[in-house]
């Protein structure tokens, strides 16, 4: 037994460098702030009011995380952008269902807390917030010396919303002949990362940092590696705006997140029927085109693992097709008509891609 007394510091954890990091923050947090929240961080639960303009209302919960978009920003430092990547997975989940995001919670987890990483984090994330009009009510930071590497952490993000009881959109009124239009993405997003370092490394080797900053994508004139770390799309706006005058006439919506079109579309259409989507329909971004020559990726696996420049799919009724164009162009809002819904025959995929 050692005479010297032993403290949490001793092992890794600095308690006054958290909550140092919880008071500078309370800056940033505040500029999220909602109407109806209760009291301000830093409780052992954070309170939120039912917004008194619902009349039945239903809560809608999301939790997501970046994946491995995380390591490329230990490599380039730009944390900023995956905290607002960590609200814009939740945020954009919820609001599929017509939801309106209300509050966000976020969850830090680091081997040794950096105050300036973990702040530029915060930044991106309250950023995120304030485009979802949702407030940052709360969190964890969690410092475990021994369980993450040296300057790496970890995110995960959790997002509640609202939405009156019967003004749900789950894909249950989708209908043969109903058209599927497209909402374009930015970039990945915060999905196929895992195969995307893949092709850098093969590409470029340990070095795919240095160059792939120093490729420049001709329609953009930014670098590739620049264009990989674009944030995630919020489309929270758009959605809540033409849910508001054309609600009846939307009959699904599809984040396409993890998965891709292949696995994301069919998650709103009932079983009798098919999504039946022509490529040709929508321009193709450089980076993703990029990726599939350099990785010699297949067709069916591309749509399987990225969004393929579409960030939210939308199905519609047919006879309202040129009413909702009108309004997203309205909005500024690039908008794609990709193909339609048809009845499935049961030998036949939910969707089909040509």
Request: hydrophobic share 40%; aromatic share 8%.
């Amino acid at each position: 037994m050692k005479n010297q007394s032993s403290t949490y510091l001793q092992s890794g954890v600095d308690i006054d460098k958290a909550e140092k990091f919880t008071q500078n923050i309370k800056k940033l947090v505040s500029k999220t702030e909602r109407k109806e929240q209760i009291g301000s961080i830093g409780g052992f639960g954070a309170l939120f009011e039912i917004p008194k303009n619902y009349r039945r209302p239903v809560l809608v919960s999301g939790t997501d995380g970046v994946g491995t978009k995380l390591m490329l920003a230990y490599l380039s430092g730009m944390h900023k952008v995956v905290g607002l990547d960590l609200v814009a997975m939740s945020v954009n989940d919820i609001a599929v269902l017509g939801a309106e995001p209300l509050y966000f919670l976020d969850y830090y987890a680091c081997g040794s807390l950096s105050l300036a990483v973990a702040s530029d984090v915060m930044s991106g994330i309250a950023e995120g917030c304030k485009q979802a009009g949702c407030a940052l009510i709360g969190g964890e930071t969690a410092e475990m010396p021994g369980l993450y590497a040296k300057n790496e952490y970890d995110l995960a993000g959790f997002a509640v919303g609202i939405v009156e009881k019967d003004q749900i959109i789950d894909g249950g009124n989708i209908c043969s002949g109903d058209i599927i239009l497209g909402l374009p993405s930015n970039g990945l997003h915060s999905n196929g990362f895992s195969l995307a370092r893949l092709i850098l490394e093969e590409a470029f080797g340990n070095s795919y940092l240095e160059k792939s900053n120093d490729l420049i994508l001709n329609s953009t004139g930014k670098s590739l590696f620049s264009s990989l770390m674009t944030p995630t799309r919020i489309y929270v706006g758009v959605l809540r705006e033409l849910i508001k005058k054309h609600f009846s006439k939307i009959h699904g919506i599809a984040h396409i997140t993890g998965g891709g079109m292949v696995k994301n579309i069919p998650r709103i259409l009932p079983r009798n029927l098919r999504a039946c989507i022509e490529k040709k329909a929508w321009p193709k971004l450089e980076l993703m085109d990029w990726l599939v020559t350099q990785g010699n990726i297949e067709e069916k696996e591309f749509y399987s693992v990225f969004n393929a420049g579409i960030g939210m799919i939308l199905v519609v009724d047919a006879n309202e097709v040129k009413q909702i164009l009108k309004t997203l162009e309205s909005f500024g809002e690039d908008v794609y008509v990709m193909g339609k819904v048809e009845d499935r025959q049961s030998k036949d995929s939910q969707i089909e891609i040509f």
